[in-house]
């Protein structure tokens, strides 16, 4: 997945709802500056060298001189003062780095920030009844925040808890609502029996407390917990005294919430490591009584079970439970903390339970301008008075089934490269198969069933004729607030009701439930053997018809998607998108060998200064990464070859390449926007450059890198796919 998760303004809001001004500029500052972009997933891939050299030495031209009179079509950019060998990174961007304005993010974030601009002028001008519905709300600037967040907690109305059955039976509450809080309930594709079911797992974090504790900004998340609780008490407590004997008890009880997010954080790390994929979103059951049903069934349990979960969840046979180590290490962790009924643990319960829905629907609350007591900062877009940016941004993360619906024509008419996209995969199919026939390390078994998985692997590109067709509707009179809470319900509701459908049926319907088509990102689905580039790429802007360096350098975009079907993890699921070893003992035990050769190669980077990369954690994404720049550098020379180039010319347009692959990772970071990478499966902006451009033999041979921190040995290159 080319993942893309900064959540900017997510945290723009939150620091205006929630933090002091301090707080707030150290979010505002950082943000302006990052962009955390996205991820692709591809395998190895080896393919012939870039140079037609002719017999005679005499002929060959001159070797490559970094800071010599060669010039490049972002020259600007570059700073030859770097070696090549020594940080290609800052070699091909480092004077952009140091000099570019504060409002170029980058070519891929420039590209989204634009893209998300149309879609959300193509929303507030639409003719839909519902989209015009939120659009009034939007604009509307008489809501007060204490009266949305009140609006908050009358609709979840959670009973303070008594025991572990009384925490439960909240949680199993709120999930009916569209919230997962502690435990999550998701609906979501499950590889055994190839249909959707939900998935008993981790819950679900605030997007701003989480991404806070990514980036290591523990006092942060905790200012944004401690408001919320604030704000919750003032509501509940109109007369409430700021005393020293109140700070003292918020203190603790904001700690309190702090450590569940930190260990829910945790294990949600551990569990982005782990082999084994788990969904996570939340199902819902159908009908008042239902719940009531469920409530009863959780009786009076001591600790959560897993048999205790699917009572309580009522979910019968529907229900599918992660059984890793890291979901069950988790519950034992819940349990220890609801030991004895201990009033501590209940309070904290009761106060997380509470927090969190306001924490998840933080972006769609008001601003009080004139709000007394903390002087809370504002950001462009608020000052502004262009909230919309954040609304809308929030609709399209959280119900992305009715976001395709509104945004669809539109989508569709900025995919004007779907063809050119098209074709160029094609061609990639069959560079991987030609190459898939001459490895030397495969088995005949193991190639035939690795042939057949790429022959029968699904595109899709830019968006369907038609989406889910999900019922949403919406009361007149509410207000934003109102209307969120009415479409989280109702998209709970709704991907409940596909509980049992086979994958088969609508091989795109997983994408539909968890994320929008409008998002800068393309993506493999190892459950359906399907490739999706959405409308981002396959746009002027991404894929633009007059660049053709950079159309093959976001090839490598389309060929890591596509080798995404045969890294460590995509690895293990056949032609049909189920999970079965189709590997020969021998040939796996060769394959887990070159994984750890990639590994070491990789653990040898800095992820930030003074901190080593970690190879094991970003496996995937760094195979995936190697298989698309393959595939997309072979497409290229395939194509260069054709037009009759050859010689120091080829040499040249080679160079070009890679230039315009770093191109694609443009990005300002932060040490708080390393530190949160480091955190992640994918390897940060620059160690995808690196780590990358070291396995190419044409790279040493066409830049002249004979030496430098980032040499490698030909023999310790490896090879894979």
Not at 130 to 154: M, W, Y
Not at 212 to 239: F, G, H, R
Not at 576 to 583: C, E, P, T
Request: hydrophobic share 35%; aromatic share 12%; with cysteine.
């Amino acid at each position: 997945m080319w993942k893309y998760f900064s959540h900017l303004n997510l945290f723009r809001n939150f620091a205006a709802l929630f933090e002091t001004k301090q707080i707030f500029l150290t979010f505002y500052i950082m943000q302006k500056k990052l962009w955390m972009g996205a991820a692709i997933l591809f395998c190895g891939l080896t393919f012939t060298s870039c140079v037609d050299h002719a017999d005679n030495p005499a002929d060959k031209p001159q070797p490559f001189d970094p800071k010599g009179s060669e010039k490049f079509i972002n020259e600007a950019w570059m700073d030859k003062n770097v070696k090549p060998g020594d940080d290609f990174y800052n070699y091909a961007l480092g004077t952009w780095l140091k000099t570019s304005p504060e409002d170029d993010a980058g070519f891929q974030e420039n590209a989204s920030t634009k893209q998300a601009k149309v879609l959300r002028e193509y929303f507030m001008a639409s003719s839909n009844p519902l989209a015009q519905h939120l659009v009034k709300n939007f604009k509307d600037t008489k809501r007060k925040k204490k009266d949305e967040v009140k609006t908050i907690l009358d609709q979840m109305n959670i009973q303070k808890p008594k025991n572990a059955a009384d925490v439960l039976n909240e949680i199993v509450r709120l999930r009916d609502k569209g919230f997962y809080p502690i435990i999550g309930s998701a609906v979501d594709g499950e590889t055994k029996t190839h249909s959707f079911r939900a998935i008993i797992t981790l819950g679900q974090q605030g997007t701003p407390v989480n991404q806070a504790l990514s980036m290591d900004m523990t006092s942060a998340a905790k200012k944004i917990i401690e408001n919320i609780l604030t704000v919750i008490d003032e509501i509940e407590n109109p007369d409430l005294k700021i005393t020293d004997e109140y700070v003292e008890q918020l203190m603790t009880r904001t700690e309190n919430i702090l450590k569940l997010e930190q260990k829910l954080f945790e294990y949600t790390v551990k569990q982005s490591e782990s082999d084994i994929a788990v969904p996570g979103l939340s199902p819902a059951r159908e009908t008042v009584e239902s719940n009531r049903i469920a409530t009863r069934r959780a009786g009076e349990a001591s600790q959560f079970t897993l048999e205790g979960l699917k009572a309580a969840f009522n979910l019968g046979d529907k229900a599918s439970f992660d059984n890793s180590k890291i979901f069950k290490e988790y519950l034992e962790g819940i349990n220890a903390q609801l030991a004895g009924n201990d009033a501590t643990a209940l309070q904290t319960f009761y106060d997380y339970l509470r927090y969190q829905p306001i924490c998840v629907l933080g972006t769609f609350l008001p601003v009080d301008k004139n709000a007394s007591g903390d002087d809370y900062s504002y950001t462009e877009e608020v000052e502004t008075n262009d909230e919309t940016k954040l609304y809308f941004s929030g609709l399209t993360s959280s119900i992305p089934l009715l976001a395709n619906q509104l945004t669809l024509e539109k989508m569709r008419e900025l995919s004007t490269g779907k063809k050119t996209c098209t074709t160029m995969l094609e061609e990639m199919r069959k560079l991987f198969d030609e190459r898939l026939q001459k490895l030397d390390w495969l088995s005949d078994a193991t190639r035939q069933a690795a042939r057949t998985k790429l022959q029968k692997m699904q595109f899709f590109v830019g968006v369907p004729d038609q989406v889910y067709d999900a019922q949403f509707t919406l009361d007149e009179g509410n207000t934003l607030m109102q209307d969120m809470l009415q479409l989280y319900a109702q998209n709970h509701a709704i991907k409940e009701k596909l509980i049992g459908k086979k994958l088969e049926e609508s091989p795109l319907l997983m994408m539909e439930i968890s994320g929008w088509y409008g998002v800068h990102n393309a993506y493999y689905n190892p459950a359906t053997n399907s490739l999706n580039i959405l409308p981002a790429f396959c746009g002027d802007d991404i894929l633009p018809a007059n660049d053709e360096y950079t159309r093959y350098a976001v090839g490598v975009v389309f060929g890591h998607e596509m080798t995404h079907g045969f890294d460590s993890s995509g690895s293990n699921y056949d032609e049909n998108g189920y999970y079965r070893n189709w590997w020969t003992d021998a040939d796996k035990t060769t394959f887990v060998d070159k994984q750890n050769q990639l590994i070491a190669l990789y653990n040898r980077l800095e992820a930030y200064p003074g901190q080593p990369a970690n190879g094991t954690r970003t496996l995937t994404e760094n195979m995936a990464d190697y298989g698309g720049m393959e595939l997309g550098y072979a497409l290229f020379l395939k194509d260069m070859t054709a037009k009759g180039m050859s010689g120091e010319e080829l040499d040249h347009a080679c160079r070009e390449f890679f230039l315009h692959y770093a191109k694609l990772w443009q990005a300002k970071l932060s040490l708080a926007m390393l530190k949160a990478y480091y955190n992640d499966e994918h390897s940060c902006h620059g160690n995808r450059i690196r780590g990358i451009v070291t396995l190419m033999d044409d790279w040493y041979r066409v830049f002249n890198v004979k030496d430098g921190k980032l040499f490698v040995e030909p023999e310790k290159r490896v090879k894979i796919w």
